[in-house]
């Protein structure tokens, strides 16, 4: 299976993900795509719409789900994709790097800045199910892509643990309450 992790809303951009899911399974494409996020109701209109592309059975919801739960999961899937139309930032798709796994994302903000198109993950278009579907078809039919994309994704990853992110951060609390500092003092002595 692939997956996506992330809320079920608009920004994300899950309706362009079925839409180029159901490209890819009209090339060939014989996976299942699992989808899991926070949704409103079990009669959410993603499943009315993957019903109408004929996918009920090629698609599964599993709701919203814990972060061990998806780590587990993206540890299982044969790659990740993040659909979004806009992304600050995209933690779903470096947890899946970290996991050792080719991740398809969009040029929407915050994957770009730690996903090399090509090398450490494949980089569309948002909005574009072709595009997608391209991407989506060339992970599950080329194992070799897949393998390196893989291998660099991981390395790609691996400076943005909390540790070492934390580790950036402190230097600038610090520095602020250097800042803060004197003038507490004036405070003080008033």
């Known amino acids: 299976f692939i997956l996506c ?10 309706d362009v993900l079925l839409w180029a899911f159901r490209k890819a399974i009209d090339r060939g494409t014989d996976i299942t795509l699992v989808l899991c996020g926070q949704q409103s ?22 709701g919203r789900i814990g972060r061990s739960a998806a780590i587990r999961l993206m540890r299982r899937s044969l790659f990740c994709v993040l659909p979004s139309r806009t992304e600050a930032f995209g933690i779903s798709a470096l947890e ?9 994302a969009t040029k929407s903000g915050g994957p770009q800045d730690f996903i090399e198109d090509d090398v450490s993950g494949l980089l569309v278009p948002p909005g574009d199910p072709e595009t997608m579907a391209d ?3 060339r992970l599950w ?5 897949r393998v390196r994309i893989e291998r660099n994704a991981k390395k790609a990853a691996a400076p943005y643990t909390w540790g070492k992110i934390a580790g950036r951060y402190l230097p600038l609390v610090e520095s602020a309450c250097e800042i803060r500092s004197p003038s507490s003092r004036v405070m003080a002595v008033a």
């Open 41 to 62: 109701s079990r009669h959410h209109p993603l499943r009315g719409f993957v019903r109408k592309l004929g996918m009920s059975r090629r698609v599964r919801f599993f």
């Open 135 to 137: 991407a989506i078809w």
């Open 141 to 145: 039919k080329d194992a070799s892509l």
């Open 5 to 14: 992790v992330g809320r079920l809303t608009h920004y994300k951009g899950v």
């Open 96 to 104: 899946a790097m970290a996991c050792g796994k080719a991740v398809v």
